[in-house]
C-alpha cells in the first residue's frame, strides 16, 4: 500500500499529476510486468538464458496469475507475487555465488514481502526447507553456510521491524522451522570444525552426546515454550492448509470464502492449461541433472502444487513455479530437437546440391564437429531423425500456440470484467448494464450521516468502506471472526432478537444483496447458511437444522421452516417483494434464483425501514429506527 | 462623525427623491412557475423638469440578498446598472439602491421595464413529504413595490404553477383566477410602504440547486480546449420523509412527484470526448442525442433525487481550440471567448460558482473581460504534466447564478508562440540525458580490484 503512495509521491515530485486512484489501479499490472522480468531473472539463474526467456513469456500470459494482475485488482497478492520471485531470485543468486552482497539483497525483498502480504510464511518455510534438503544430501557448501545465515539473521530482524509480524518469528510454530534450520547449520559445521581437531574415535562419542544434547535441549525449550505461551500454537489457517478437511468441520469462516476450497481439476486446467501437462516433463528435467538450484525449483514446484491442491487462491503462487518449470521442458525438449534439425540440415543440403564445393565427408565432419562442441559423444543420425524433429518442433509449436489463445480467452472472458458492475444480455441483444452497488454505495455516501455505521455480511466489507465511505462492522479481513458471528447471529435471528444486537452494536444500516427479481445468484440468500453457521460457532443456540425445510431442505418457498420464514435476513430481502411481477406466467413474489415462489409474502417490519433499494433491487438498505418512545416492544422496556 | 455622515446621507436621499422623475404607474409580473421568481416591473416614469440621467430601484434588504440577476431596458433600449449601495430609509429601514442610468437623458414619459431574477424565495411548505405527496411551496413578498418614488397606481399579477391555491392573504382588492393571482390596482402609495402576502400553492418543480460548481477551462496550445465542471447538486425542495420503497417507486412513475431522474446539459455540436464520472468511477446511466444545433448530453444521477437527496459528480469534454480562442491583432494577446455557465434545459440554481481559467506555462498578462461583476478574482498557478513554472490560472467567483448568467466571457493573455516548444524540449532533454547516463554508467568500472 505504501508502494502505491511512494509512486504517487514520486510522479507528483515530478509534476505528474496522476490521481492516486490511477496509481492503484495500474500498479498490480505494473508489478506484474516487474514479476515477468525477475521470472525471466530466477531461470536464468537456475538454468540458462533461453529457458529465462520462455519463462518470462510464459508468466506473461498465464491466467492464474492475470487473475490477480489485471489493472484494477488493487490486492496485496499483486506486489507479493513480484516480491516472492524476486526474493527466490535472489537467494538463488546467493546460493549461487555465496555473495554477502545478494544474500542481503536477498533479506531486504524478504523485508519487502513481509510487508506487503501475509505469505511470506511460504519463504520462510521454503528457504529453510531447500537448506535442509541440501544438507541432507550431502550438498552442504560453505555458500549455502554464508547465503542461509545472512538471509536468516538479516530477514529476520527486519521482518520483525512490521507492526504486524512483530515477535512472531522467534515465538510462532510457523517461523520455527527457520530457526531449526539455522540452529543445524550451526552444529553441522560446528561438528565439521570438530571433526578436524579430534580423532575419529572420540569424535564419534563427542558427535553422539553433542547430537543427544541438543536434541533434548531443543524439546525441553520446545515444550517449555508451548507451555508458558511464548511458543504459539499453530493458528487455524495453518491446520486448514495442512490438512484440507479441518476448515470445513472447525473454521466455517474460512471454509465459507470460495477461494479457500480444495482446486478442482478443472480450475487447474483452467489457469494453467499447457503448463499442466509440461510440469512434470520439466521436473523430471530437473531431477535428471540435478543441481543447488535446481532442487530449490523441485521443492518450490512441488510444495506449491500441494498448496494450490488445498486452496484456490493458492493457484496464485504455483503459477510462476509452474512457468518456470513448463519453461524448461518446453526449451530442453526444443533444443534437443532443434539440434537434431540443425545436425541433419548441413548434409542434406550438401546432397541436395552435387555441385556444391561441399562434399559429403566434408559435411559429416562439420556435424560431428557441431556435436562435439554441444558436449555430446557423436551420435550417429539415424533415417528420418530430421522429420522426427520437426514433429516435435510443430507440436510444441502448436501447443504454445494453443496456450497463448487459451489465456487470451481465459483473460478476457474471466478476469477483465469488474465485479462490481454486471453485464447481461437483454431480450432485444442490447446490453443492460447492472450497476446497482455502486448506485447503493454513492447513495449511502451522498445521503446518510457522516458518522453512520453500516451492518452488511462481511463480504462487501472493503467496497462499502471504500466506495460508501462508512464505518463498517464487518470486512474481509477475518483474522478473528467473532464480531462476524455477531453479525451471523442478528441476520438470522428473529427480528425482535435481531434488533437488540443491532442496538447492541450500534447500527445506523443494514445492508442487504437480493438477487432474486435479476436473477443474480451470489447473493445474501444464498450465502444465508454460512452466516448461520459461523453464527452458531460463537452462539450455540443457533442451530443450522432450524432453518432447514422439514424435508431437510434450504429452500425459501412455503415448505421452509419457521424461522426461516421470518429471520432478519429473509424479511430484509422479500420486504415487499411479494407483490413483484418477475417472469411471465408467474405467480408475483417468484424468485428467479431459488426458481419458487416465496413463502412469506407479507412480511412487516417493526423496527427497520427501508430507505433504499436499487434499481434492479441487488442492493437493498435499511435504517434501523429508533426505539420507540413508548411501547410493548422488548427493545424498548429494556431500554 | 458617525452621526454626519449619516445626516449627509440623509440629505443626498432627500436630494434624489425630490428629483422630478416621477412614477406614474406600476405593474409588477411575478413568474413562479419554475425554482425561480421572475419579476418584471413596467414603470411608466414621468419627468416635468430638466433632464434626469437615472432612476433608482430600492430594494429591500432580505431582497436585495436572494437578487441573482437584473436587467432593465428604457423604452426598449438597455440600460447600464451601477452595482447596488445599501442605504436607509427616513424610517431607518436598511434597502439595496440601484441606479439606473438612462442611455439618454430622459425629458417627458417613457417605459422603464425591470427584470429581476430571485433565487431561494419558494419555501416548501410543509418542509417533508412522502414518496407520493405532492409538494407545496410559500411564497412572501409585498404587495407595494418597494420604492424611493410616490406610485400613484400599481398592480402585481403573479403567475403560478398550478391552479391549485392552498391559501393567499387577503389585501383587497385581490383576484383568484386559474393559476393566476392579481393584486390591485392600490392607489397613492407612499415612498418605502411594504405589505406583506404569503401565497400557498401546489408545486411539483424540483427545487435543483447546484450548492457547489467548479467549472475548469484548460487551454493547451497544441490545439485542445478542456471543460470539466464538478457538481455538488441538491434537490432542496420539501424532503422525502419516511422510507423510500423501490417497489412504490417503479409501480407508480407518476406518483414520485419532484423527483428528479434527469438533468439535461445542452453542449456545443464540436464537444467531443464527453465524460461524466464520480468518486467511484464512471457513471453508466448517461445518453446522447444531438440536433441539428447542439447536442444534448442526459446525466442520470447513480439514484433518482429526491427531496433533500444530495449527489456529486463531474463531467467534462473537449473541444478544438479554434472553437472558443481567438487572436486580437491590436493587443497581441490571445483571447479566450467561452461561457461562464453551462446551458441546461432544467431551471438551475448555482449558489457558488467558480471558474479556472488554465492557460499553458509561460502566458501572462492575463485579463478577465466578465460581462457582469465578479465576486472575488485573482491568479493562481497549477502545476502538472511536463511544467516547471507552473501555468497560470485565473480564477473568479460569484454567487448566486441563474440561467440568465450563461454569458460569453474573456480572458486576454499574453503567449509566445516558442512557448509552445517548451514541454517537447524538455522530454528531449530528459530522454537524451536519461540515456546518456546509461551510456556512461555502463562504461564505468566502480571495481576496486582490477579484473
Known sequence: ?639 | MKKGLFFLTFILLFLYVSCDVQISSVTRNIDLSSQLARHTITINLQNSGSAASSFDLSLEASAAQRLSYITATLDGTLTNISAGAARNSPRGEGHVVYTINFPRPLQGSAALVANLVFTHSLEPYPATVSQDENQFLRYTDSVYLYSSYKIPTQTTTIKLASSKVESHTDVPPVRVRGSSVTYGPYTDIPTFTSKPFTLHFLSNKALLTVTKLVREIEISHWGNVAVEETYNLEHSGAKLTGHFSRYDYQRNQQGAQTVVRSIHQILPLYAQDLYYRDDIGNISTSHITANNRSLILELIPRFPLFGGWKTEFYMGYNARLNTALGYEYNSGKYVLNITVLPQYEEELVYDDVEVRVIVPEGASGLELRAPFAVDAQNIDKRLTYLDTSGRPVLVFNKRNMVSDHVQYFQVAYSFTSTSVFHEPILLIASYFAFFLIIIVGVRLSLRIESN
Open chain 1, 1 to 639: 500500500m505504501w508502494t502505491a503512495a511512494l509512486v504517487h509521491s514520486v510522479l507528483h515530485y515530478f509534476n505528474i499529476t496522476v490521481a492516486i486512484r490511477n496509481v492503484c489501479v495500474l500498479l498490480a499490472p505494473f508489478f506484474a510486468s516487474n514479476t515477468a522480468i525477475a521470472t525471466y531473472l530466477f531461470t536464468r539463474e537456475v538454468t540458462d538464458n533461453g529457458t529465462g526467456l520462455v519463462a518470462a513469456a510464459m508468466i506473461a500470459v498465464a491466467p492464474g496469475y492475470i487473475s490477480r494482475s489485471v489493472a484494477g485488482s488493487y490486492d496485496n497478492e499483486g506486489i507479493a507475487i513480484f516480491a516472492l520471485i524476486f526474493t527466490f531470485f535472489t537467494w538463488v543468486r546467493a546460493l549461487g555465488t555465496g555473495s554477502l552482497f545478494w544474500s542481503g539483497l536477498c533479506s531486504l525483498a524478504y523485508f519487502y514481502m513481509v510487508s506487503a502480504w501475509g505469505g511470506y510464511i511460504f519463504i520462510i518455510n521454503l528457504i529453510p526447507l531447500h537448506a535442509l534438503v541440501l544438507l541432507l544430501s550431502g550438498r552442504y557448501s560453505n555458500r549455502l553456510y554464508v547465503s542461509y545465515c545472512t538471509f536468516y539473521v538479516l530477514g529476520t530482524i527486519l521482518s520483525m521491524q512490521i507492526r504486524f509480524v512483530g515477535f512472531q518469528p522467534v515465538q510462532s510454530s510457523e517461523h520455527m522451522a527457520a530457526l531449526g534450520v539455522f540452529g543445524l547449520l550451526q552444529i553441522y559445521v560446528f561438528v565439521n570444525w570438530v571433526r578436524t581437531l579430534v580423532p575419529p574415535q572420540s569424535f564419534r562419542i563427542v558427535f553422539r552426546t553433542a547430537l543427544i544434547a541438543s536434541v533434548s535441549a531443543l524439546t525441553v525449550v520446545g515444550v517449555l515454550g508451548t507451555y508458558l505461551g511464548y511458543i504459539s500454537p499453530w493458528t487455524g489457517r495453518f491446520y486448514a492448509l495442512l490438512d484440507p478437511t479441518y476448515a470445513k468441520d472447525h473454521i466455517p469462516i474460512i471454509a465459507s470464502v470460495s477461494e479457500h476450497q480444495p482446486t478442482t481439476w478443472a480450475s487447474f486446467f483452467f489457469d494453467l492449461h499447457a503448463l499442466c501437462f509440461l510440469f512434470p516433463a520439466g521436473l523430471f528435467f530437473c531431477f535428471r541433472k540435478l543441481t543447488d538450484l535446481n532442487i530449490f525449483v523441485i521443492i518450490y514446484g512441488i510444495m506449491s502444487v500441494y498448496f494450490a491442491g488445498v486452496m484456490v487462491r493458492l493457484m496464485l503462487v504455483l503459477a510462476p513455479i509452474a512457468c518456470v518449470i513448463g519453461a524448461i521442458a518446453i526449451s530442453t525438449t526444443l533444443r534437443t530437437y532443434m539440434k537434431q534439425i540443425r545436425r541433419a540440415r548441413p548434409a542434406s543440403n550438401a546432397s541436395a546440391s552435387a555441385t556444391a564445393n561441399l562434399s559429403r565427408p566434408a559435411a559429416a565432419k562439420r556435424a560431428a564437429r557441431v556435436a562435439q562442441n554441444s558436449g555430446k559423444p557423436i551420435e550417429t543420425t539415424h533415417e528420418g531423425q530430421e522429420q522426427v524433429g520437426y514433429v516435435v518442433v510443430a507440436g510444441i509449436t502448436l501447443l504454445l500456440v494453443f496456450y497463448i489463445l487459451h489465456c487470451t480467452w481465459v483473460t478476457s472472458e474471466a478476469y477483465s470484467s469488474p465485479s462490481i458492475v454486471l453485464a447481461a444480455r437483454g431480450m432485444d441483444g442490447g446490453k443492460i448494464i447492472f450497476d446497482d452497488f455502486r448506485e447503493a454505495y454513492y447513495w449511502l455516501r451522498q445521503n446518510t450521516a457522516e458518522d453512520a455505521k453500516v451492518m452488511s455480511w462481511w463480504d462487501y466489507g472493503y467496497q462499502i468502506a471504500a466506495m460508501a465511505n462508512r464505518t463498517i462492522l464487518v470486512d474481509n479481513n477475518t483474522w478473528n471472526n467473532t464480531h462476524i458471528a455477531q453479525v451471523g447471529k442478528a441476520m438470522s435471528a428473529y427480528e425482535d432478537v435481531a434488533y437488540e444486537v443491532m442496538r447492541k452494536l450500534d447500527v445506523d444500516y443494514v445492508l442487504v444483496l437480493f438477487g432474486g427479481l435479476t436473477g443474480y445468484s451470489s447473493d445474501d440468500i444464498n450465502k444465508f447458511l454460512w452466516m448461520v453457521r459461523i453464527g452458531g460457532s460463537c452462539d450455540s443456540s443457533i442451530k443450522e437444522q432450524d432453518y432447514y425445510s422439514k424435508e431437510g431442505q434450504y429452500v425459501v418457498d412455503g415448505t421452509a421452516s419457521h424461522k426461516m420464514l421470518n429471520c432478519l435476513m429473509y424479511k430484509m430481502c422479500y420486504y415487499r417483494f411479494g407483490k413483484v411481477f418477475t417472469e411471465h406466467g408467474k405467480p408475483p413474489g417468484y424468485d428467479r434464483v431459488r426458481n419458487c415462489e416465496i413463502g412469506n409474502k407479507n412480511v412487516e417490519l417493526e423496527h427497520l425501514e427501508e430507505v433504499y433499494t436499487t434499481e434492479h433491487w441487488l442492493v437493498r438498505i435499511y435504517k434501523v429506527l429508533p426505539p420507540m418512545n413508548r411501547g410493548t416492544s422488548p427493545a424498548s422496556t429494556r431500554a
